[in-house]
């Protein structure tokens, strides 16, 4: 008898904005569909139904014992490095038999630059004062959610620089929503200062929410005060056929133990100047509202958790 697949579990953030949390539901869903081979569910860290403990528990209902586990996650911070993984450990405790593998975030991955840059495009449109392709006068400044992790802030830089090379655009400034600076307006600001007369800011997101929200709110409120500049917003990411291909590939990864998550500058690992005291810091799985088992998870909890993925 041929040994099925390991079910595949997203794991979501979670967010307060019901839109946002239905786009998380309705891309796990749409995930089933496209793979009817494989036991497909999600669920959330925190703030949105169902938690992941739920998703677990049903897949563990129709017979699942083998998972893999994607984080639905654009970079490696606190949820992704602790969080998932001391949950998943707390799982195997609730449901004895069952074992999973963990997968990677998603970006900065080719497929999702090629995504944002047609969300540029889609915000600058085709007017009669620009030539299709004529990037050379557009800033872009790209806003991530922002951690107080310097190696998920990092990533998003990094995701800057790898859009900025080899498409032409004057260039790609970053900026952060919360928990990091510089903040939106000060993101801005600096694209002024380096003579920009023309940005797209560009939310770094996957879907939409109240951070991506914040992030329109803010760009308006500072375009409103700096008439000279012309700033457009773009849209997230969204549920893209490319998202859907790389979440099946971060699977496969997992399934086939080809996990190259980059650990070299770690906060939990490596003692970042301010950091120090992260160094070797134990993982507790982050409990959500809606989960019925706050008593649980507490006494198996390691350092490092993501470690398992080198």
Not at 12 to 24: C, I
Not at 27 to 46: D, K, S, T
Not at 92 to 99: A, D, N, V, Y
């Amino acid at each position: 008898m041929t040994t099925p697949p390991p079910a595949l579990l997203i794991a979501g953030h979670g967010t307060r904005d019901e839109a946002g949390a239905e786009a998380f539901r309705a891309f796990v869903r749409e995930l089933g569909r496209r793979h009817p081979e494989l036991p497909v569910a999600g669920g959330f860290i925190e703030l949105s139904p169902p938690p992941l403990t739920e998703a677990v528990g049903e897949l563990v209902e129709q017979g699942v014992r083998r998972f893999a586990a994607v984080p639905l996650m654009l970079v490696s911070a606190g949820h992704a490095k602790g969080d998932i993984p001391a949950a998943l450990n707390r799982e195997k405790e609730r449901h004895p038999g069952i074992s999973y593998t963990y997968g990677r975030p998603l970006g900065p991955h080719p497929s999702l630059l090629a995504v944002l840059e047609r969300r540029v495009e889609e915000a600058l449109g085709a007017g009669p004062e620009r030539a299709p392709g004529d990037r050379a006068d557009v800033t872009v400044l790209l806003v991530g959610r922002g951690s107080t992790d310097p190696d998920a802030n990092a990533e998003v830089h990094k995701a800057a620089r790898l859009l900025w090379e080899g498409r032409g655009y004057a260039g790609v400034e970053t900026a952060f929503v919360s928990l990091a600076a510089p903040d939106v307006p000060s993101g801005l600001d600096r694209c002024a200062k380096l003579g920009a007369r023309r940005i797209v800011v560009l939310p770094y997101f996957l879907f939409t929410g109240i951070l991506p929200d914040r992030v329109r709110q803010q760009t308006e409120g500072w375009a409103a005060a700096h008439p000279e500049v012309e700033v457009r917003s773009a849209d997230v990411i969204g549920p893209e056929p490319e998202l859907l291909d790389l979440v099946m590939e971060r699977y496969r990864e997992a399934v086939q133990g080809d996990l190259r998550m980059n650990c070299d500058s770690c906060v939990y690992r490596i003692a970042l100047p301010g950091f120090e005291d992260k160094v070797g810091m134990a993982q507790q799985p982050h409990f959500h509202p809606d989960d019925d088992g706050h008593h649980h998870g507490h006494h198996g909890d390691h350092a490092h958790s993501h470690s398992h993925a080198h």
